[in-house]
């Protein structure tokens, strides 16, 4: 009597099973269109403007904090307390270079970093040993790169022209289960 008992209750409890942990897979990023938007292109070379709350971020605790001028280059590589890593993916400078390509989008942070997209892009990246997922593209008239870690943290950084494309505004979130543990942005002045 054993087997029917298996047969109908143990099928449908290894099909839960196995939904789980599809569930506990890979994180699935939507990718980003790949065309560049007609008339869009963030070239140039971009300052910061000195405005103090331009230069803040709200943490988890809903604390603003100053963001630090002179950190070390790539400190953040360490996972935080919460046991994020897609904050190594993070970059910060005063100065920026922008070069637009058809196909990418080269963004170079206070001379010393320049990071690299490819617009479409849907892949894992890694920075030592660390490895997340990144898709970045266009959204309108916004190029935009979501970055998720193994913890399901996400980063997302937006980027776009305002005020007759003299103006650079880029948007950062970073997000955990829902909740914003960083949000900020930040306003740049063409050079």
Not at 55 to 64: L, M
Request: glycine share 6%.
């Amino acid at each position: 009597m054993a087997l029917p008992f298996v047969r109908v209750h143990f099928w449908p409890a290894l099909l839960s099973l196995s939904l789980l942990a599809g569930c506990a897979s890979e994180p699935v990023l939507l990718s980003k269109d790949s065309a560049v938007p007609v008339g869009v292109d963030l070239s140039g070379r971009w300052l910061i403007r000195s405005d103090p709350s331009n230069q803040t971020v709200r943490s988890e605790s809903g604390q603003e904090r100053l963001i630090p001028q002179n950190r070390p280059q790539r400190s953040r590589r360490q996972r935080s307390a919460s046991g994020s890593s897609v904050q190594v993916f993070l970059e910060f400078g005063k100065s920026l270079k922008i070069t637009q390509t058809d196909f990418g989008m080269f963004i170079s942070y206070d001379r010393s970093v320049v990071e690299e997209y490819t617009f479409g892009e849907n892949r894992a990246v890694t920075i030592g040993p660390i490895a997340a997922f990144r898709v970045s593209g266009w959204e309108g008239d916004a190029f935009v790169v979501e970055t998720v870690d193994d913890s399901r943290t996400t980063l997302f950084e937006s980027w776009h022209l305002d005020n007759d494309d003299t103006v650079l505004v880029r948007e950062l979130r970073m997000t955990k289960n829902d909740e914003d543990s960083l949000k900020m942005r930040q306003v740049f002045d063409r050079q």
